[in-house]
């Protein structure tokens, strides 16, 4: 996104700051607007002193002076948490705001005045003062609770933020407040004044890891990417994933199939899947709607493209343990990259992480197919399940508009019958549908196939017999014989001729 221009500066573009946070500068369409007043404000932990360090070392990169100012950390503590991401303070002056030990001594206790008279003045004196002399073009300051307990008084506190913000204006810095949000009512002075306000939220889930996400409550005259966006914190800093828009990517302009190697799949599917697509793969636990993804994945590879599969249900060695079993050998393929298999843990990986890994794979990797397996393990991902139909919406609108054909597999609940069910109900949004069923024939269970749906073009009406052995997957001929084969118990029409 392009930075905003000030009417009354011509045609000057406003100067925008990088903050240092990979996916954050996308986030605020671009950056901080340089020489304003920022809040940031988050719970304790959630990653607001990181930020800032981030924020600074961006800035002492460039050769720009910085000053971090504290007054609720130590200079060493600050040290300690950039040891911990493999950071050094190099470049970045850090100015303590602390009292003195001999604040503790009963002569040095104020009597005629009340303190948030003498301290509040002498800490502002000595942060105006460290200003004049460094100059910096980037300030922080951690934490606003310290100063908003020294003012005392709500009004005495606004107007001290609106001096900070007019003293800086002037000598051509950015400023960025931490709020660790601790005061008793949501403090709303220091938002009315800010430039923008970011928020950083910590949600701890009955089972799994802290989720953690923020969102752009306000930015004067800027256009940024609005609702939340989940975040991660790791050695070497917050690592934000931008929610996914699809509305922002071109689609393509042709489609063109992509076929399986199975010449009765492709059949079938009326010639195979369109790039661009997605398609779902429906049906009962072991009915082979895996084996049937992968088998697109391993014939994309063996054209020399690439293939990127996120599988929730099974572990990596038993998805290559299982295709070797098959006769479908992936580990050429793993290793010259053209498939690429990342194993999801559902309670460790947020929902826009996992968004995020697939963009990386389509556009890094240039990944022309993408299986996700499962949505059941998508939905358990998921922390709000009502949402995830509209984030699965703009995920395959995104793929689709990047030509890429998406497979999902959807798994069912029970194993035969006309009461099969599925979690979550993804066909509508689906370009194909795809139906594996068990049925019973014989005395035997069976297995068959068929397409329930394509927008791509016409395909087969018929339903076929479909069987898994250790040469592969194998589509066979169409079912004729029978009636009911959906239900799991069908008829053969021979029998039914004979009644008759």
Not at 148 to 170: E, M, N, P, V
Not at 184 to 198: F, G, K, R, T
Not at 434 to 441: P, Q, S, T, W
Request: overall charge negative.
């Amino acid at each position: 996104m392009s930075s905003t221009i000030s009417p009354d500066e011509g045609d000057r573009r406003e100067t925008v700051l990088q903050v240092g946070v990979p996916g954050l500068d996308d986030v605020l369409g671009g950056g901080l607007t340089a020489n304003r007043l920022y809040l940031l404000e988050g719970a304790p932990g959630a990653g607001k002193t990181t930020v800032a360090m981030q924020f600074l070392r961006e800035g002492a990169a460039r050769g720009e002076p910085v000053l971090y100012v504290t007054l609720s950390e130590t200079a060493e503590e600050l040290r300690g948490v950039a040891r911990s991401h493999g950071w050094d303070l190099k470049g970045i002056e850090v100015r303590e705001m602390l009292p003195s030990h001999d604040a503790l001594e009963p002569d040095e206790q104020y009597t005629m005045f009340h303190p948030s008279e003498v301290e509040l003045s002498e800490t502002t004196l000595k942060i105006l003062a460290d200003v004049d002399v460094i100059r910096p073009t980037r300030v922080v300051f951690d934490s606003l609770s310290e100063l908003r307990l020294l003012a005392g008084a709500s009004l005495r506190y606004r107007r001290q933020i609106l001096a900070l913000k007019q003293f800086f204006a002037g000598r051509q810095c950015t400023v960025l407040l931490l709020d660790d949000m601790t005061a008793m009512e949501h403090d709303l002075q220091v938002q009315s004044i800010a430039h923008a306000v970011l928020r950083l939220e910590q949600i701890n889930s009955d089972y799994g890891s802290s989720r953690r996400r923020l969102i752009v409550t306000k930015y004067r005259g800027k256009e940024f990417r609005g609702g939340y966006h989940d975040y991660k914190i790791v050695r070497g800093g917050l690592q934000v994933f931008p929610r996914l828009v699809a509305a922002e990517h071109t689609p393509p302009l042709t489609q063109t199939r992509m076929a399986s190697g199975l010449p009765a799949l492709d059949a079938l599917l009326g010639g195979g899947i369109e790039r661009g697509t997605s398609t779902l793969f429906v049906g009962a636990p072991g009915t082979g709607k895996s084996s049937v993804a992968v088998q697109f994945a391993l014939a994309a590879a063996q054209r020399g493209e690439c293939a990127a599969l996120f599988i929730f249900d099974e572990s990596a060695n038993t998805l290559r343990t299982r295709c070797e079993g098959m006769g479908m050998d992936l580990t050429p393929h793993l290793e010259s990259g053209h498939i690429r298999v990342r194993q999801v843990d559902p309670a460790e990986l947020s929902p826009g992480e996992f968004v995020n890994s697939i963009r990386v794979a389509v556009t890094e990797h240039n990944a022309r197919v993408v299986v996700i397996d499962s949505l059941n393990g998508y939905l358990n991902a998921m922390p709000d399940e009502r949402f995830l139909i509209v984030q699965l919406h703009e995920l395959l609108t995104y793929l689709g508009q990047a030509g890429v054909a998406t497979l999902l597999i959807g798994a069912q609940h029970g194993l035969i019958g006309m009461q099969m069910q599925t979690p979550v109900d993804a066909s509508y949004l689906a370009d194909s549908v795809v139906l594996l069923r068990y049925f019973e024939d014989g005395g035997e269970v069976r297995q068959a196939i068929s397409v329930l749906k394509k927008r791509g073009g016409a395909h087969e009406r018929s339903i076929r017999a479909f069987t898994m052995n250790d040469t592969g997957v194998h589509v066979g001929a169409p079912l004729r014989n029978f009636r009911g084969i959906l239900t799991g118990l069908p008829v053969p029409i021979e029998g039914l001729q004979s009644s008759s």
